[in-house]
């Protein structure tokens, strides 16, 4: 991210984000092609879509404050959040649904730290085993599956519909985690289910990239989620799956 673009995103939101975030945003995504974690947006259009969106969720909501500024995604309805008045700042996350706000870290620069770290610790060769019958077929396919990467103390590949020219991936994307003998899918907005039928995974990935290639989908749409009789993934049943 560049300057301007956080320039951008403060004009749009009327907000001045905080400097520990600016500074460490200035190099985020790490590579020109990466594609950053939803726990921590790295598009300053995306960025500025979630909280204006978030904003007209929480309207007039006693919970909410208009200097709260939304860096990412925890799950379904909850959001890493930083008050833009507290500085070094504090990462909260907030749930949307139930108004619950909790201090999930006292210094954003230490709880993006721990994140980092679980990149270098990351095993990614027993990673990959474990994704490479569903990375052929994708292939196979005529679609894409990025590497692996860490995941809440987990695992997941992205599946991508597109490959640019200049290296990176488009289209339409989602991201795969499999958890023991379980398969768990996930949407950028923050939709997460569980797929109940384990020997889908692949029908599911190539179905839908298939069916809709060109954008980013926010969400699988419902005759997706009939079709593969998707089951939502409420706070507690994320947390088992993902207990870090």
């Known amino acids: 991210m560049n300057l301007e673009e956080l320039d951008h995103i ?7 984000i905080p400097e520990d975030y600016r500074s460490f945003m200035l190099e985020y995504p790490f590579l020109e092609y990466s594609r950053p974690s939803e726990e921590l947006y790295g598009s ?11 904003r007209k969720e929480v309207a007039n909501a006693e919970f909410w404050r ?21 500085s070094p700042s504090t990462v909260l996350q907030v749930n949307l649904r139930t108004g619950e706000v909790v201090e999930d870290h006292q210094n954003f620069l230490d709880w993006i730290q721990k994140r980092v770290d679980s990149y ?30 860490p995941m809440l103390g987990c695992d997941r590949i992205t599946v991508c519909s597109k490959k640019l020219p200049s290296g990176g991936f488009s289209g339409n994307s989602f991201w795969v985690s499999q958890i023991g003998q ?17 020997d889908r995974i692949e029908d599911f990935c190539i179905s839908w990239l298939k069916r809709k290639p060109d954008e980013t989908a926010f969400n699988f749409d419902q005759e997706q989620i009939e079709k593969f009789g998707l089951q939502l993934l409420d706070d507690d049943e994320f947390d088992r799956f993902f207990p870090n």
């Open 120 to 149: 270098v610790n990351f095993d990614a060769i027993a990673a990959e085993q474990k994704y490479s019958e569903l990375r052929e077929a994708i292939e196979k396919a005529g679609l894409f599956a990025p590497s692996v990467e």
């Open 182 to 198: 379980k398969w768990i899918v996930g949407a950028w907005g923050g939709f997460i289910y569980l797929l109940p039928e384990n």
């Open 44 to 54: 300053a259009k995306y960025i500025v879509h979630q909280n204006l969106e978030v």
């Open 66 to 86: 208009d200097t709260y500024f939304v860096s990412g995604v925890v799950g379904l309805d909850t959001y890493y959040v930083l008050d833009c008045e507290i």
């Open 10 to 16: 403060e004009q749009e939101l009327k907000l001045t």
